[in-house]
């Protein structure tokens, strides 16, 4: 495929420059927990970038008329639009896996070998892997979810909760206690929900700024690197087309 010098040059800067090249943080918490607000707030001026279903599965729910309510007689439907949507957000996931970019991965985490998979597979890459688990009582989680948009029955909100709390001490074995903060999000007062913010970003930007540990992730960088250069020395003028 051609491209012109431009296109080289962003590929090569997203890939080898990215700021969060070769870090993966995993977030985790149930439904109410406050998982999108951490990630919008916490994250914001990173530059990772945002794996998440739900995004595209609530947008599509909206384009097929569907309630985000999630009542009992859509499910049908519903599940079609939610396998299209994990779908999207799989391919999604594998570009940027191909450039090495930094990542959010945002999911319930009730399902320990969606995780387990997926840690596995950005570890075996080079990624250097992180979590982020916002916790909540169950009694705050349902209220929350009472006055969300998409709401779900509270019966799944239970499920989903449990779900999560029983995977917490797998998640600290994988990832390690130096790489996973369990944040307290039960209090929506402005200090304290200020103070949760603080301590999840401290956490993120902290280890955004050390170098990749892995081995694969340092050799990596150094063929792109190299190849880089060997761009730079291409001589063209402007506009001109090439194969790279």
Known sequence: MKKTLQEVREYINEGVYD???????????GPGSGKTFVTSSAFAGTGLKLV???IKFEKDLRKA??????PDEEEYFRNIIRKGAKAFVGKQLDQYLKGRLGLIIDSTARDYSVIQRQYNLCRNIGYDCYMVFVNTSLDVALERNRTRSRSI???????SWKGVQSNMGAFQKVFGHSKML???????EKELVTQTLNTASRFIRSKMRTKPENGIAMDWIKRELRAK????????????????
């Open 19 to 29: 700021p969060g090249i070769f870090k993966a943080f995993f977030l985790a918490g």
């Open 153 to 159: 029955p509270e019966y799944l909100v239970q499920k």
């Open 182 to 188: 369990i944040v307290d999000n039960n209090r929506d």
């Open 52 to 54: 998440n279903s739900d």
């Open 65 to 70: 008329n569907l309630s985000l309510k999630m």
């Open 229 to 244: 250069n060997r761009t730079q020395k291409i001589k063209t003028s402007r506009g001109q087309v090439f194969d790279y």
